[in-house]
């Protein structure tokens, strides 16, 4: 992997997402090398990404170079390659680039999409986990518009304009708001020639009620909220089927559709080779200690999604969000510190800062410790938060203007098809 050797211990972080790069940025001015490892060459900030889907910002300005965030950080290295597995008994770990000896080594890898195993579902629905699939999911809302506009079949045309949603957390709230938005300023604008109205958008949620991890106020509000802009919600059904064309559910309830966004769940990005005892059966993720410590392995940790710390008040672990990956980073990397000079280590305590989701323009639910709010004020709150959030200062000012233009002009204007995409299915309609 051409790492020059060194006398310091070398620490291997693989995953340059917010619990990576917080480890990475820790571990800055000490004895130490620190190689980053990731399959992108990029961060991504996930919880904008329903906005590059949905034509509201262009990917690049929700993606920031890794080799930025460590340029003038003396040994410092990153590689663009995917780890493939691990040996923790020889300390050693093979990507597609060749192999890497590491004294210390943090897992930080993320999650993935969760289809629970129904094969077909993963064949036919759309994911949102990174800058590509948000690329992709673009371009076939685009496209179903495109064909919805040349079929003389009422059935073909509602199936193309029918967009389901699995899944009621944040991600699907947000983007059912954002669909709904392009239905009612947008797309009418841009196909006069076809009728709107037809266009259906739907959520389909497990429980009984939405962005379940947040107050019943707040999924109260998020519901008024999407019931206002026209979204369908269905409680209390889960999805059985998806053959491309019908998506069947356990309730009194199937679809035709020709796009179905699966926000249903996720489970850890974990990395071969490890033991089955350090993995959590269901949700995959690797069990740590308080310290972020991989069970039985002194010198490997996990942090963020990918890992599960079982202690009280977290049964089943942190929640899978930013801000616990963040904390974890920056406290994994004071108690490597730490280790490495013989000082005493402290055990992961996490802040909850809250949570928060928009529903769209002027529409936000915010969960604070002390106080809960709903609205406008909880939009500019939202928007605040995700722009002071994002990294890099050109990041922050494009998605700015955007914002601002957005509002004003009640446009997303990067609704484009740069790359085609096609998911067809059921005889391909
Ligand atoms: C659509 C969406 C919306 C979200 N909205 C919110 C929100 O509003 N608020 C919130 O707090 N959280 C939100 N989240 C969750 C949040 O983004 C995650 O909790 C957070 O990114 C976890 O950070 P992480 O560092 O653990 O993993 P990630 O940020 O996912 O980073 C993992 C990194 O590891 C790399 N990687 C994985 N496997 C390998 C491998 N084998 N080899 C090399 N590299 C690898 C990946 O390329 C990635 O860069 C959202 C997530 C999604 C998908």
Not at 76 to 103: A, C, P, Q, W
Not at 361 to 378: E, S, T
Request: proline fraction near 3%; include cysteine; hydrophobic fraction near 40%.
């Amino acid at each position: 992997m051409n790492i020059p050797k060194t006398s310091f211990p070398r620490v291997v972080i693989i995953g340059g997402g917010f619990a990576g790069l917080a480890a990475a940025k820790g571990l800055k001015n000490q004895e130490i090398q620190v190689v980053l490892i990731d399959k992108h060459n990029y961060h991504t900030f996930q919880p904008l990404l329903y906005q590059v889907a949905t034509g509201g910002l262009e990917p690049d300005s929700i993606a920031y170079p890794l080799r930025k965030v460590i340029k003038n950080l003396p040994n410092f290295y990153f590689r663009l390659t995917e780890v493939l597995k691990m040996d923790s008994e020889k300390r050693k770990i093979h990507t597609t680039i060749g192999e890497l000896k590491y004294n210390y080594l943090i897992i930080a890898t993320g999650s993935k999409t969760n289809y629970f195993g129904n094969t077909n579902i993963e064949k036919y629905s759309m994911a949102m986990k990174n800058v590509p699939q948000s690329l992709n999911l673009r371009s076939l809302i685009i496209e179903n518009f495109e064909d919805a506009l040349l079929t003389k079949s009422f059935e073909k045309r509602n199936a193309l304009m029918n967009f389901i949603i699995v899944g009621g957390g944040p991600t699907g709230v947000e983007l059912a708001g954002a669909l709904a938005e392009m239905k009612k300023g947008i797309l009418p604008k841009d196909y006069p020639d076809l009728d709107i109205r037809q266009m259906q958008i739907n959520i389909i949620q497990g429980s009984n009620r939405l962005l379940k991890a947040m107050s019943e106020k707040a999924s109260e509000k998020a519901e008024d909220f999407l019931i206002n802009l026209g979204v369908n919600i269905y409680k209390n059904a889960h999805v059985t089927d998806y053959d491309g064309y019908t998506i069947s559910t356990n309730a009194d309830l199937s679809f035709e559709a020709a796009t179905v966004i699966w926000a249903a769940g996720v489970k850890g990005a974990t990395i071969n080779g490890l033991n089955n005892e350090c993995v959590v059966e269901r949700t995959e993720r690797i069990k740590v200690d308080t310290f972020n410590k991989v069970k039985n392995h002194k010198n490997i940790f996990a942090i963020g999604d990918v890992a599960c710390m079982d202690i009280s008040g977290f049964p089943k672990g942190h929640p899978m969000m930013a801000q616990p990956a963040i904390q974890q980073g920056i406290h994994v990397a004071k108690n490597l510190i730490a280790e490495l000079n013989n000082k005493e280590q402290k055990p992961f305590k996490y802040v909850d800062k809250g949570a928060m989701a928009t529903i769209g323009r002027n529409k936000a639910v915010v969960d604070l410790k002390k106080i809960r709010f709903q609205g406008v004020f909880a939009w500019f709150v939202w928007m605040f938060v995700h722009l002071f959030s994002l990294i890099g200062f050109r990041n922050k000012t494009v998605v700015f203007f955007n914002w601002v233009y957005n509002y004003i002009r009640f446009d997303r204007e990067t609704r484009l098809i740069i790359r085609p995409f096609k998911k067809r299915n059921k005889e391909s309609f």
